[in-house]
């Protein structure tokens, strides 16, 4: 028995107690969107978001596929370490295996330590204090399901409200985005090639500058 069932993971809730939420639905309007969740990844597997359309699209298009069974080949986990111009160093890890979904950030400086959780069961930030010992919880947001914890919402928001002129500078510009995706590049160039990618070298040689 796999225990990576792709029907749970699209439609396991309408499968399992469609008719139970359909009725509590009615008393607890929630989890309506629960049982008929549109967002991603349903919304990537078939433009008919109806219960039949849903297992059509896992029956019949590449979703339903074993993932250890197909030529999928994405990798499930990666970590790449950085070193900036400036001797700033910079670790990350993504993985599909963690039981704490989300994303998490820690920045260590040499007054205080800052820690970002930002997981299905909340949005912290807390600073540390190295000196005194003392912490402090500087934000706290409320449970996001959205595309990557409300991020996609926002960035069109903010471009949406730069082309209207509500602000006067964007959230990042250009250049900022062009380096940013020329990074994850590198860091896939690595991975492939086992070697350490020298930026500026790598920059020239993507951009054929």
């Known amino acids: 028995d796999c225990d990576i069932k792709i029907i749970k993971f699209f439609a396991w809730l309408a499968i399992k107690h469609r008719t139970t939420v359909k009725i509590l639905s009615k008393i ?3 989890l309506k969107d629960a049982v008929e969740w549109n967002g991603w990844p349903v919304s990537v597997i078939t433009d008919d978001l ?3 359309g849903k297992m ?3 029956k019949e298009g590449p979703y339903g596929r074993c993932v250890y069974h ?3 080949n994405v990798v499930d986990h990666q970590t790449v370490n950085i070193e900036f111009e400036n001797g700033v160093t910079a670790n990350l890890t993504v993985h599909g295996h963690s039981a704490f979904e989300g994303r998490s950030i820690r920045i260590d400086g040499t007054k205080a330590t800052l820690i970002g959780e930002f997981l299905f069961s909340g949005e912290q930030i807390w600073l540390y204090d ?3 010992g003392k912490k402090e919880k500087i934000f706290e947001g409320h449970l996001e399901l959205t595309g990557h914890g409300g991020g996609d919402t926002g960035l069109m928001n903010a471009f949406i409200d730069l082309m209207k002129r509500n602000i006067s500078k964007p959230l990042t510009d250009a250049r900022a985005s062009l380096e940013s995706h020329i990074m994850a590049f590198a860091a896939e160039k690595s991975r492939l090639e086992g070697k350490i990618i ?3 070298e790598y920059r020239r040689e993507v951009l054929d500058l």
């Open 130 to 132: 190295k000196l005194s």
């Open 50 to 52: 109806t219960y039949e």
């Open 198 to 200: 020298n930026m500026a």
């Open 56 to 58: 059509k699209a896992l």
């Open 70 to 72: 197909c030529d999928n």
């Open 28 to 30: 607890i309007p929630p």
